[in-house]
């Protein structure tokens, strides 16, 4: 009878849960039901959301549930309203209000002196605190929680707190305090008895021993792990191990035991799918260290190859995360205001309701009235509706170009000089986007080639000079571009403020030089050699127009009134170790000489 009884109230839940799910509002069945009722359920319903990344109606519940708990003056109930408050914005990466959110749960609860809740909030406190790297302040409310834990002899909290402090601490490279923290926490679940936690914490330890340079320990502690989870048969407890005791193994040239490890990692993450690219990052970093260490460097290459593909999927991952973290921030806010425009509008409506009730005159006006408004309303709705669409569109748009961070600047300042009317500042932001889409070009040159360290020069040149010429609108038949590049390829790091000179010096031609020859048809002669002369070795740029030339004191000139692309060529020269000369020689001739040439990969 007992069983039956518990099964119906199950059900009941269940039912009353989803309604709660469907409406975002609690059922007419529990409109007089106890306070306690309406805020356990809008609590796990909320979570239940959360879980399924449905944020705006979990807030909307969160926040309704707040209302009830102050209205009832519980500060219990307040403070695990808060407390979700928190949690919602802790879920959407928005760790400032969360931490708000939070302080007021933990004012609430001491004032209903809970003192175990009081306690613990410190905790999300300064995990938050963690999270926006502010170590000082995380670490501030993590030691006031454990000793608030142990004043009101809470010791079933301090290893949480213990637990939070390894990580700060190893964040910040102070091993002997995360080391001596450890300790505690693996003494205190080992004298528990609660194995599941002590070799979780044991896994972790491992790590730490690793951090610390103590390899030997570290491997002891993961194979420890291992046969536990063996016992248990815990699949992703002991693929975790896979990936993770190769640390410890390579050091000390342990290589058979650590590629075996990897393998085993490789087909577990296979299998289960269990963070898939950072795993198969970690493992193809290992195998790659592994086959270094052996002396087998094309082995070695290929692993770090696939290494670099996972990084990438990682990245996007993280980006696409991050992305949908804003447009939830976005779509909240949007939302809200939303709700309070026509929650204005329905109440402007009302009042104008009742004041028609005086008379059939007055009636017809305010009816008049109210279908002027009614439309207004509607216009302002499909506005919305239209901006929304438009919005979901650039937000797809922007989903498929994360990938590459200065394409979206160079889109984002394209289309911010689209909506100016200043002319001067239309071209300064356009000179910003050629800038952008120079270095944009390096970048992809590295993605479309296996090299991911060198780049081929010629083929860069070429496509930033022809890039220019369509920019400012020269067709390729009446203009003569000549590229004698003898450097075929360059490090990255030489590439990069080489490509920004260049794309400063073609820009200045396109601008001024043609425009001023007469009738002439317009050159462009780009140089890039290595000098072989033995007094000065080197590499040489070149970049010379067919234009009227200019002013070698022009050019010199200094205060407010140089430009930022003349400050830009001589940073970049300086920071390149070369000195460059500017001559007047049939239009203009800049060269610029690198005494030393990069060690190239």
């Not at 469907?22 to 959360?50: F, M, Y």
């Not at 705006?56 to 003056?73: R, V």
């Not at 239309?426 to 296996?450: C, F, K, N, P, W």
Request: contains cysteine.
């Amino acid at each position: 009878m007992n069983y039956l009884v518990k099964l119906l109230l199950s059900v009941t839940f269940c039912v009353i849960l989803y309604t709660v799910k469907a409406q975002n509002e609690l059922p007419p069945t529990l409109l007089n039901a106890p306070d306690s009722t309406k805020l356990r359920v809008l609590w796990h319903t909320g979570d239940s959301l959360i879980n399924a990344s449905q944020f705006i109606p979990a807030k909307k519940l969160y926040e309704q549930a707040l209302t009830i708990a102050q209205s009832g003056d519980d500060s219990k109930s307040t403070g695990m309203s808060y407390r979700k408050m928190g949690l919602w914005y802790e879920s959407t990466g928005d760790f400032g209000p969360a931490i708000e959110a939070y302080q007021k749960a933990q004012t609430a609860f001491k004032a209903a002196g809970d003192h175990r809740l009081y306690t613990r909030t410190f905790h999300f406190i300064g995990f938050c605190y963690n999270r926006l790297n502010n170590i000082k302040e995380a670490r501030h409310y993590i030691q006031q929680g454990l000793a608030t834990a142990q004043q009101f002899g809470l010791e079933q909290l301090l290893p949480e707190f213990y637990s939070e402090l390894v990580n700060i601490d190893s964040q910040s490279k102070q091993y002997a305090s995360a080391y001596a923290n450890t300790e505690k926490v693996l003494a205190y679940y080992k004298a528990k008895k609660e194995w599941q936690t002590y070799y979780g914490n044991l896994f972790n330890a491992g790590l730490l021993y690793k951090n610390m340079g103590q390899y030997a320990r570290a491997e002891q502690a993961f194979r420890q792990v291992m046969a536990y989870a063996k016992t248990e048969n815990d699949e992703l407890l002991q693929g975790y191990v896979d990936a993770s005791i190769p640390y410890a193994l390579i050091p000390q040239n342990k290589l058979d035991e650590a590629e075996q490890a990897c393998y085993r990692a490789l087909a577990w993450s296979e299998k289960t799918g269990t963070e898939k690219y950072a795993m198969q990052e970690d493992i193809n970093s290992h195998l790659s260290r592994i086959w270094e260490k052996r002396g087998d460097f094309q082995k070695a290459l290929t692993f770090y190859k696939r290494q670099m593909a996972s990084h990438d999927s990682v990245f996007n991952a993280t980006k696409n995360r991050q992305v949908a973290e804003l447009e939830t921030r976005y779509q909240t806010r949007e939302k809200e205001e939303n709700i309070r425009q026509l929650a204005a509008t329905n109440a402007r409506q009302t009042r104008q309701l009742w004041a028609g009730a005086g008379g059939l005159v007055i009636l017809t006006i305010l009816l008049g009235t109210l279908y002027w408004l009614y439309e207004r309303v509607r216009q302002s709705r499909q506005k919305i509706t239209q901006q929304s669409v438009q919005l979901t569109l650039m937000m797809k748009e922007l989903h498929h170009r994360v990938k590459n961070n200065l394409a979206i600047v160079s889109s984002l300042l394209k289309l911010q000089s689209n909506r100016m009317d200043d002319e001067k500042a239309i071209q300064a932001v356009r000179v910003g986007q050629q800038r952008v889409e120079a270095m944009s070009l390096i970048h992809q040159r590295l993605y479309q080639t296996d090299e991911v360290t060198t780049v081929n020069m010629r083929d860069y040149l070429t496509d930033l000079s022809e890039s220019l010429m369509r920019a400012y609108d020269y067709p390729a038949d009446e203009f003569d571009l000549q590229l004698n590049i003898e450097l075929q390829e360059l490090d990255v790091d030489m590439a990069m403020p080489l490509g920004l000179i260049v794309n400063e010096l073609v820009t200045n031609a396109f601008k001024y030089a043609y425009s001023k020859t007469n009738g002439k048809r317009p050159l462009l002669r780009i140089d890039l050699r290595r000098q072989s002369d033995s007094a000065h070795p080197g590499i040489t740029l070149e970049v010379q127009d067919n234009g009227p030339g200019i002013e070698v004191a022009d050019w010199q000139q200094q205060g407010n009134r140089s430009s930022f692309g003349k400050r830009l060529i001589a940073s970049l020269s300086e920071q390149l170790e070369g000195h460059f000369e500017l001559l007047k020689q049939n239009g203009t001739l800049f060269r610029l000489h690198m005494p030393t040439i990069r060690p190239q990969v």
